[in-house]
């Protein structure tokens, strides 16, 4: 009778990670597309509009300065109320933004801009607590999984923006419509979820506070380092295609190769935090993926053609995926429980977007004034570089 007893506990166990893991996937899902889809069609919309190149960056980076408000205030909401209530909140408020968006009305269209920001912020601060606290014995497999579902959604994205607004004729306004349906969708899966009784809510209150992680050097150094790959993509993912445009390459061709470097981005998702999580030391893993993203950039400013367009994307995908992963991870193993984890991620994400917020205005800025991408891209380079030094800190062996 008991044994019966335990196998069904068990089983209903093992049923509840299952619905998580759907959950997390479907977190997942709208976490990049919001952002993605509009780099290939920001060309279309500041001729329609009547924006600069820097006012149409607003329009990526508006979402990155809510990322630095709503990080750290996610992390505290969380503990208040539990991180999977928050994460319903945030789903909510980035289907609102996305609806908001797809309109010509400039306040709307900059107002949903910002709701996009803070409901992706709600969720990248509160995915690595909740895996942390689901999962711990898989932390490397369940951030692989669910950073490359991320990867797969954003280049999804990318790819059919462009079909959607113009070989469609449903126009910009479409293009980005579509991306509320998933939010939605997933606002109220998690609703239903957490109505399980079954559903284990994070009972752990351990005594860390944010401005105890605020005195950590390696803390910070996981912040920084943060910021440097949430500065590659965010710029990567906004200028790409005009930088491809502006080197010979059309319309077509330049959003099929952002498509694929983020395509690129989700096999190195998938591998990187495996080699990660085996490793005592990721110092050399961070070094090489920036080598990689150096020799990508200095090949794109060298040759000009398709050839050289599909290694060098290949090379920078592979790295900013990498990188962005291992940045991921380390909320989860550098940290010693649940709460450490999700106030660590509160604070590395919203320094990290902080930083990012003012990359796809000052990139749009520089080319505006040189009209040339030679600036910009050694600007990458040096970002590289930067994250390159802080991988010999944030690949060491240790505990926050």
């Known amino acids: ?103 010509t009305i400039m ?13 992706i912020a709600v969720c990248n601060v509160l995915l690595p607590g909740i895996i942390k606290d689901k999962f711990p014995n898989k932390l490397s497999v369940m951030t692989g999984l669910y950073s490359s579902i991320m990867g797969i959604s954003a280049t999804v994205a990318s790819a059919i923006s462009v079909p959607i607004a113009k070989n469609m004729g449903l126009g910009w306004r479409n293009a980005l ?46 912040a920084f380092f943060m910021g440097c790959h949430s500065l590659l993509f965010y710029i990567t993912i906004s200028w790409f295609p ?38 005592k030391s990721q110092v050399g893993l961070v070094i090489s993926l920036n080598i990689l993203l150096i020799i990508g950039v200095i090949y794109l400013l060298l040759y000009h053609n398709d050839i050289s367009y599909i290694i060098s994307t290949t090379l920078i995908g592979f790295s900013l995926s990498g990188n962005f992963t291992i940045a991921l991870l380390l909320l989860s193993i550098r940290t010693k429980n649940t709460k450490q984890a999700t106030l660590l991620s509160g604070m590395a994400q919203s320094t990290g977007y902080a930083l990012a917020a003012l990359g796809p205005i000052v990139i749009g800025f520089i080319y505006d004034i040189t009209r040339d991408w030679t600036i910009p891209l050694f600007l990458l380079i040096l970002l590289a570089i930067c994250s390159s030094f802080l991988g010999l800190k944030i690949g060491q062996n240790k505990f926050i």
């Open 242 to 279: 005009e930088i491809l445009i502006d080197f010979g390459a059309n319309k077509t061709t330049a959003g099929f190769l952002l498509s694929y470097l983020q395509l690129v981005g989700i096999v190195s998702s998938l591998l990187i935090p495996l080699i990660a999580g085996k490793l």
């Open 107 to 119: 306040f709307l269209l900059l107002l949903g801009t910002l709701f996009i920001g803070i409901g």
């Open 1 to 103: 009778m008991r044994e019966d007893t335990f196998k069904k506990q068990e089983l209903g166990k093992d049923n509840t990670n299952v619905l998580i893991i759907i959950g997390i996937f479907l977190v997942a899902l709208n976490l990049r597309p919001a952002l993605t889809s509009i780099g290939p069609i920001m060309g279309i919309i500041r001729d329609e509009i009547g924006f600069a190149n820097w006012n149409v960056a607003l329009l990526t980076s508006l979402p990155l300065v809510a990322f630095a408000i709503m990080s750290i205030t996610s992390s505290y909401l969380a503990q208040k109320y539990s991180n999977e209530k928050i994460l319903i909140f945030g789903l909510m408020i980035l289907s609102t933004g996305i609806i908001f968006r797809s309109s």
């Open 177 to 222: 419509l579509i991306w509320a349906a998933p939010a939605i969708f997933a606002s109220f899966y998690w609703l239903v979820l957490i109505r399980r009784k079954s559903m284990n809510h994070i009972k752990e209150r351990p005594t860390e506070k944010q401005k105890d992680l605020l005195k950590s050097p390696f803390a910070w150094f996981i």
